[in-house]
C-alpha cells in the first residue's frame, strides 16, 4: 500500500479530568474508534478500542499517548486485517464554558496493519505526523468527560 489514509472518528468517555480545571493534572481515557484505511484500489474499515494517559499543565496545554488495536478486525478477499496505532501528541484547549472545551492534537504516530490468511500473517507500518481535534464536557461531580474526536494520519 503506497499512500494510507486513516481517519479515527471517536466517541469515548473519560475519567477523572475536568474540562475546566486550572491546576495540572493528570487524566487517562478509554474509547472506541471507527478507522478507514484507503489505498486507492481497496479499504479496510477495522473497529478499534484504544486508550489514552496524558498530562495537563493548566486549562490551555497538555501531552499524550494513546494507543489502540483492532477489536473487530475488516476482511477482503479471505485476508483479516488488524491494525495497531500509537500517538504521542501535544494538546492544545479552549475552554468554552463552565464546563466545556475545544482541543486540538498533533504530534508523531506509528500505524500498523497486519493482513493474516491461513495462518501466514504479513504487517507493514509507518510513522508520520497525526493531528486530532475534539470537545470535553463535564456531565456531572464526578467529572466524567464525554469526548468526541477526530484524528487523521496521512502516511505516504
Known sequence: MNKLIAGFLTLMISIPATA???KPHAY???????????????????????????YDFNAYIGVGI??????VEDEIVGVDFDVTTTFLY???S??????SKLY???????????????GISISTD??????????????????ILVVTSYTMTILV
Open 90 to 92: 501535544l494538546k492544545g
Open 28 to 54: 487517562w481515557s478509554l474509547g472506541g474508534s471507527l478507522l478507514t484505511f484507503d489505498d486507492g484500489f481497496d479499504s479496510i474499515e477495522p473497529i478499534q478500542v484504544f486508550g489514552r494517559l496524558g
Open 94 to 99: 479552549v475552554p468554552i464554558g463552565d464546563d
Open 66 to 71: 494513546e494507543g489502540g488495536f483492532s477489536l
Open 126 to 143: 509507518d510513522d508520520d505526523t497525526g493531528i486530532g481535534f475534539g470537545y470535553e464536557k463535564s456531565m456531572d461531580t464526578y467529572s
Open 20 to 22: 475546566q480545571e486550572e
Open 104 to 118: 486540538a492534537m498533533v504530534g508523531p504516530t506509528n500505524v500498523e496493519i497486519t493482513g493474516s490468511f491461513g
